[in-house]
């Protein structure tokens, strides 16, 4: 089973190995999470984990939120997830058993989805990296997109041709990003890259 825990991004910074090279870093904030509900074949129909991330006040949580996890003497969480596993896992998991930083190493791949940040309502060259064209003074076409296709056969424009539209503010996963410290006391990891979306971001962290 994939190890899936719930973070935060706090931002990106530098470290500078034993040769004196700048490696870009990113630092989150993983965890602690909180299982919530385990879910199994003969009830639900399949074998799944629901983890809670970050507490919260009560009253920013629905009638319906609030009563499912008091259900499960749980705190209120502003961030619910659930994912599938085998009923081995689950069976050696409990309600209000704690997932942290611990499960991971240094050194260690892992994959990471977040929401990607929005740009906004773009154009061609910004969002599909289109050329433009000639910048002489006789030219009609400096950032238009040309031609978007055919004429009276098909008469139509086909779904998805690379248009101008809203840019970014997408689910986006990057994979194989290397562990590079942790502090398992303070639940901050070190990765090497980039990370999907802004500072204060959730995200989603698979172990390989």
Known sequence: MSIKLLGTKIGMTQ?????????PVT?????????????????????????GY????????????????????????????????????????????TLDIKEFKI?????????????????????????????????KNHRQPGSIGAGTTPGRVFPGKKMAGRMGHKQVTIKNLQIIDINTNKNIMIIKGSVPGKAGNLIYIYKN
Not at 60 to 73: F, M
Not at 77 to 83: A, G, I, S, V
Not at 112 to 139: D, N, V
Request: with cysteine; glycine share 10%; charged share 20%.
């Open 15 to 23: 470290l500078f190995n034993d040769k004196g090279s700048a490696i």
């Open 27 to 51: 630092i989150l904030k993983v965890g602690p999470c909180t299982i919530t509900q385990i879910k199994t074949e003969a009830k639900h129909g399949y074998d799944a984990i629901q983890i």
């Open 54 to 97: 970050q507490e919260t006040n009560p009253n920013r949580l629905t009638k319906a939120q609030v009563g499912h996890l008091q259900k499960s003497n749980i705190n209120a969480l502003k961030y619910l997830c659930e994912y599938k596993c085998t009923s081995n896992i689950s069976k050696n998991l409990k309600l209000g058993d």
């Open 107 to 139: 050194g260690h791949f892992i994959n990471i989805s977040g929401q990607s940040i929005g740009k906004g309502f773009s154009g061609y060259q910004k969002r599909h990296k289109f050329s433009r064209g000639p910048m002489s003074h006789g030219s």
